[in-house]
């Protein structure tokens, strides 16, 4: 079966400790993205990729850091200079990078800082 | 700025019709997404517009005026299952597949 999977589901960690969470893709994908949502808010991305070894930053890209070193994965490091880690992260791909096409998502990675 | 609308939260009764709203303020317009998502789940595609007018599938439509800015969501015969969070997302028309999101609306469907 094609789709994207993420993990950890559940992840806690303390302050000051950096963390990474899985996005991996066997849809042959070029495009993946990462996005945090928090309650009350839309989805706000936070780094993404046109192809491998390339990645750009979205509009809350501080704190994080993300690798591209294969097509299938996408990495998302959590660093502790993100001042309030605390959410749920949407991992995303979508065929193209460019123009407008559908984005297929993981099921999620529940991030708390305790 | 980029700017989405959607109402916080609606509620409708098994069997009725509903429309959820989505306006929009983008720098670019590269088409119009709706996706579901329930509650700790991923968001999943419903529909997609980019031309003016109405598209329909199954007991959802989802409508485009571009220049009002204006799309809407229409889901017929509601059922329990309905109860979820639409999100209305526009294509930012960059040469990247960027998506500004709103920040959805959370239906609740009622007996």
């Known amino acids: 079966d094609g789709g994207i999977t993420q993990s950890p589901k559940y992840l806690f960690r303390k302050e000051g400790q950096n963390v990474t969470l899985s996005c991996e893709q066997n849809?042959?994908?070029?495009?993946m993205y990462w996005y945090r949502q928090d309650p009350g808010q839309g989805l706000r991305l936070i780094y993404y990729?046109?192809?491998?070894?390339?990645?750009q930053k979205g509009d809350i890209a501080e704190g994080y850091s993300v690798s591209r070193e294969k097509k299938e994965s996408f990495p998302l490091t959590v660093t502790s200079a993100q001042k309030n880690p605390t959410a749920f992260y949407l991992c995303?791909?979508?065929?193209?990078?460019?123009?407008?096409?559908?984005?297929?998502f993981g099921p999620g990675t529940r991030l708390t800082v305790l | 700025g980029q700017n989405i609308d959607q109402p916080t939260e609606m509620t409708a009764t098994e069997g009725a019709i509903v429309q959820i709203n989505c306006t929009y303020q983008?720098?670019?317009?590269?088409?119009l997404f709706w996706y579901q998502q329930h509650a700790g789940e991923a968001p999943t595609f419903l529909s997609y517009?980019?031309?003016?007018g109405l598209e329909e599938k199954g007991r959802f439509s989802s409508f485009l005026s571009r220049s009002k800015g204006y799309s809407y969501l229409l889901l017929k015969e509601l059922q329990m299952k309905d109860s979820a969070s639409y999100l209305c997302?526009?294509?930012?028309?960059?040469?990247?597949?960027?998506?500004?999101f709103g920040t959805g609306t959370l239906l609740a469907v009622q007996p």
């Open positions: 849809l042959n994908h070029d495009a």
């Open positions: 517009n980019v031309l003016d």
């Open positions: 983008t720098s670019g317009f590269n088409g």
């Open positions: 990729s046109q192809i491998v070894n390339d990645f």
């Open positions: 997302a526009v294509g930012d028309g960059g040469a990247t597949n960027k998506l500004i």
């Open positions: 995303a791909s979508s065929i193209y990078a460019g123009g407008t096409n559908e984005q297929f």
